[in-house]
């Protein structure tokens, strides 16, 4: 016999409660995440610390350049307080989480930059050292043959007499400046009676012949922070930015197709205000690279590309100013697409990162900022983005000055491999 049961029908309060309990729970889970994404750090992996074991922090600027020709980026570095120029070798995606073999290929005083470039065009490239302090000199550090490049011994140091004790060189970007094949080196530096100059290469075997390399003053300057080379079709422009009194700003300077090569600097923004490192992005869909700087204290400002290159760059957009509470002040920003969303994302670093704030963080358009580096660290530098390790999403590599954390990198936790 078949039994019909009549369902219980639940009352309205029944109901009511049960899905404000999963609605309370789905807020809380939500603002856990929210909360986590904020708080959470990627994961540092060293690259470089043999300095901080020896007592001696101050790792300052990372540049990349292939030194051993296997297809991967290395690292240069120069280490301010201990004095070493440094070279780590990339030893693969399979190892980039562990310490990377590395050689010390030179000691100078107050290094402020090193870069990896071939100055005597031999295929081999060489180490080129910017310093400040005392020491006010530019050195080149040669390579020995691609066997030894690991044996600290075989690289020869020697100081660049057309620089020596001159200025406070901060940064050297090596391009050929005046078109002969040959690669030479413009330096910017800090302080009385700072410049921008180039540096000619006397060429052909006489590129090892020290004394035989020309200066050539571009400008004067201030302070200056990036060196980067812009190209519009098939013009070029030095981009640069100043940070320090009546100079501060964003400059573009013409490369000419003769002498003097460098044409008259022309301010573009940021007029009296204090800019740090830039980076060029293609931010819109003009296909003109456009300028994204980090401002001190607080700010991240896009100069969108004008129809005229040189006039004055006054569309402008910025991100959400950085929060004193939580954050440093601003030191480097790089633009790249680092969650395979349309949008680009903007990794920040920061100086004077102190006890609870956040030194290098990501900025996306949807949801602002989240750390990457929680407060671990004080002052960052300079940003690199690339796959480290072969899961096909750029990670970030940077150094840490204060604490002595290295060299290292950051694992990009999208993993979209």
């Known amino acids: 016999m078949d039994i019909d049961i009549p369902l219980a029908r639940p009352s309205p309060d029944t ?30 992996h060293t690259i470089d610390a043999v300095e901080k074991e020896a007592g001696k922090a101050g790792a300052d600027g990372v540049r990349l350049g292939d030194l051993n020709k296997d297809g991967l980026p290395d690292i240069v570095t120069g280490w301010e ?8 070798l990339n030893p ?37 050292s910017s310093t400040e302090g005392k020491e006010r000199s530019i050195f080149f550090h040669w390579a020995p043959e691609l066997k030894s490049i690991t044996d600290a011994n075989q690289w020869k140091t020697d100081v660049l007499p057309a620089s020596e004790k001159i200025e406070a060189w901060m940064f050297t970007l090596p391009f050929d400046v005046d ?27 006489n590129s090892r012949d020290v004394e035989k390399w020309t200066i050539h003053r571009a400008t004067d300057a201030a302070w200056i922070m990036s060196l980067r080379i812009l190209e519009v079709g098939s013009e070029k422009f030095l981009a640069y930015s100043d940070r320090k009194g009546d100079r501060s700003g964003i400059y573009l300077i013409p490369f000419l197709k003769k002498e003097p090569w460098l044409g008259k600097p022309v301010l573009i923004g940021a ?20 300028i994204v700087a980090a401002l001190r204290p607080d700010k991240i400002r896009i100069f969108h590309h004008p129809e005229n290159t040189l006039s004055l760059w ?58 990457i580096s929680g407060p671990e660290g004080v002052k960052f530098d300079r940003i690199e983005l690339l796959d480290l390790d072969g899961d096909s999403d750029l990670d970030v590599l940077t150094c840490e000055e204060r604490e002595g954390l290295g ?11």
């Not at 729970?25 to 909360?35: D, P, S, Y």
């Not at 990794?347 to 900022?369: D, L, P, R, V």
């Open 271 to 290: 007029s009296g205000e204090e800019v740090m490192f830039l980076d060029l992005a293609l931010i819109n869909d003009d296909e003109k690279p456009d």
């Open 407 to 417: 060299v290292f990198w950051y694992e990009n936790p999208a993993n979209r491999k």
């Open 314 to 371: 006054e569309n402008t957009s910025e991100l959400e100013p950085l929060s004193s509470d939580k954050h440093g002040t601003a030191k480097a920003v790089r633009v790249g697409n680092l969650d395979d969303a349309d949008a680009p994302e903007y990794i920040i670093t920061c100086e004077h990162a102190n006890g609870q704030k956040h030194g290098t963080m990501m900025y996306q358009q949807s949801s602002g900022y989240s750390t």
């Open 179 to 205: 078109q002969d094949g040959d690669m030479d080196l413009i330096s910017g530096s800090k302080s009385t009676g700072a410049s921008i100059s180039w540096f000619e290469n006397p060429g052909g075997e």
């Open 15 to 44: 109901v009511r409660k049960p899905m404000k309990t999963l609605l309370s729970i789905i807020l809380i889970t939500l603002l856990a995440t929210i909360i986590h994404a904020e708080e959470t750090p990627w994961t540092r």
């Open 81 to 88: 307080e201990g004095g070493a120029i440094r070279v780590c």
């Open 92 to 128: 693969g995606f399979d190892r980039a989480k562990l310490h990377w073999p590395s050689v010390t290929v030179g000691k100078v005083r107050s290094p402020e930059d090193a870069v990896l470039v071939d100055l005597d065009a031999n295929g081999v490239l060489d180490v080129v």
